[in-house]
């Protein structure tokens, strides 16, 4: 290139010489890789609770060829994206629970199964939000579980047992995340109130004292437009995606469309929102490949959302990320029955098998809820015939349910769940190994400034340690 026609024109004509070479060599997008140093001004989190690579694959697969679409997280995140995995341990084990998961991820430091963003030497350490207000960034913090769930409180505060519910939410109240959506109103209320808080706070009434929009359905959240928000839609956790009534309790994309609106008004410093769906793992406990299957699909459209507003605001990091896998996931060749080991005697998951997934209507934990704690066949019968068309709960199964006892030692969660559960599997090929978590590596990806840190094999503490380098503090 002639360096002096080059320095004697404009810096705006520089820049479209250069635009005009990158469309002549047909470079109309960065290469992977490019645009993903720096410093971010955004940073959003996408957290499915229990995901590892079997659930995307098995979320990727329904979404193809059950609906014929895209999944983002696969197609997006990880292909165009930084793909990484990390080591999930505790501190006290090889298995972690939610709570250490979230606070290794939040601090850079191993914690004890339980524990909220606390060392074993009962250490308070900086928690992701924390960081973030002390540089003056907005927080917003989504879950499709009670707020106050082991994940979104362990990068929020800090506590010595995840279950200490009143006092992380007077955290809450003190932290103050300009957003703050999703299950759990009960600890935000006092037993007058109808909740159950051991004091006569409100705490809802105190974030509208302080000038948060509170909001308590669907269509009061989309209509939203106030720079602070508490949306509480639930006393508990929200609905499964499978069983969730629209109008009550909104999606995880609508949260996410919220909150992106409201930290978007008055953002100089720029924001850092966490957005959860703990659905999956609520699924994989429960063995439900059901439910799994549409709450992958409902995270997928939130995290559509997060990607669209990266590409209109390029200084935001995304991250798709989770703490630990959740049962197991095992879809597999099996016996189609007992009467022999001969290969003509498998199924093999197929498109037909999955359309039987996807013609269930009532989660696994909605069939323990209706059938209550003294259920007849009668009811049981009837309850399948409506929400699992083409199901048949084998007698074997059957015998479980009604005596209570766990079918295997690793499936310690639920019994009358893991009969149901097993009698999908026994049909659709979609085999669960555990009811609790496992130690299946977790993957990352990472699109924006900054994403280029978490590519590799690496520890679930520096993925907090990358995180606190980009918002400045080490
Ligand atoms: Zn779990």
């Not at 990727?60 to 696969?74: M, P």
């Not at 191993?110 to 973030?132: C, E, W, Y």
């Not at 709960?393 to 559960?421: C, H, I, Q, W």
């Amino acid at each position: 290139m002639n360096t002096r026609l080059f320095s004697g024109i404009s810096v705006l004509g520089r820049w479209l010489l250069l635009a005009v070479a990158l469309l002549a060599t047909g470079c109309t997008a960065l290469p992977a890789g490019e645009g993903q140093a720096g410093t971010p001004k955004n940073i959003i989190i996408m957290f499915a609770d229990g995901t590892a690579p079997t659930q995307w694959e098995f979320g990727k697969y329904t979404a193809r060829h059950l609906r014929n679409e895209g999944f983002a997280v696969t197609d997006v995140m990880f292909r165009e994206g930084t793909l990484g995995l990390l080591s999930t341990h505790p501190a006290n084990a090889f298995i972690t629970d939610s709570a250490a998961a979230a606070s290794a991820m939040s601090t850079g430091r191993k914690v004890n199964n339980f524990a909220i963003s606390m060392t074993p030497d009962g250490q308070r350490h900086t928690t992701l939000m924390q960081a973030a207000k002390a540089r003056g960034k907005r927080i917003g913090l989504v879950t499709t579980a009670t707020v106050y769930d082991a994940s979104p409180v362990a990068f929020s505060v800090n506590a010595t047992d995840r279950g200490n519910y009143q006092s992380i939410v007077d955290q809450y109240l003190q932290l103050e995340p300009d957003v703050l959506l999703g299950g759990g109103a009960e600890y935000f209320l006092p037993a007058k109130a109808g909740g159950k808080r051991k004091d006569a706070l409100d705490v809802i009434a105190a974030f509208a004292g302080k000038g948060w929009q509170v909001v308590r359905d669907s269509a009061a959240l989309n209509a939203a437009n106030a720079a602070k928000l508490l949306g509480l839609f639930s006393d508990e956790d929200l609905d499964l995606e499978l069983d969730r009534d629209a109008v009550k309790e909104p999606s995880t994309a609508e949260m996410t469309a919220a909150a992106l609106k409201a930290l978007e008004r008055n953002n100089p410093n720029g924001f850092v929102l966490f957005v959860e769906n703990e659905n999956t793992d609520t699924a994989g406990h429960a063995n439900d490949a059901a439910a799994l299957m549409r709450a992958l699909w409902a995270f997928d459209k939130a995290v559509q959302v997060a990607i669209e507003y990266q590409r209109s605001h390029p200084d935001t990091l995304v991250l798709v990320a989770a703490d630990h896998e959740t049962g197991g996931l095992s879809p597999t060749y099996a016996l189609i029955d007992l009467s022999s080991t001969s290969s003509k005697n498998r199924l093999y998951v197929d498109v037909a098998r999955l359309k039987m997934l996807e013609g269930i209507t009532l989660s696994i934990a909605g069939m323990v809820e209706k059938l209550g704690k003294k259920p007849t066949n009668e009811m049981l019968d009837a309850l399948l015939a409506k929400h699992y068309p083409g199901f048949k709960l084998d007698d074997d199964l059957r015998a479980a349910m009604f005596k209570g006892e766990p079918l295997e030692r690793n499936f310690s969660y639920y019994v009358t769940s893991t009969a149901l559960s097993r009698m999908v599997s026994r049909q659709t090929g979609i085999y669960w190994g555990t009811g609790g978590h496992t130690v299946e590596p977790v993957a990352i990806g990472a699109i924006g400034p900054g994403a280029r840190l978490f590519r590799g094999w690496q520890d679930n503490t520096d993925f907090a340690r990358h995180l606190h380098r980009l918002l400045g503090m080490n």
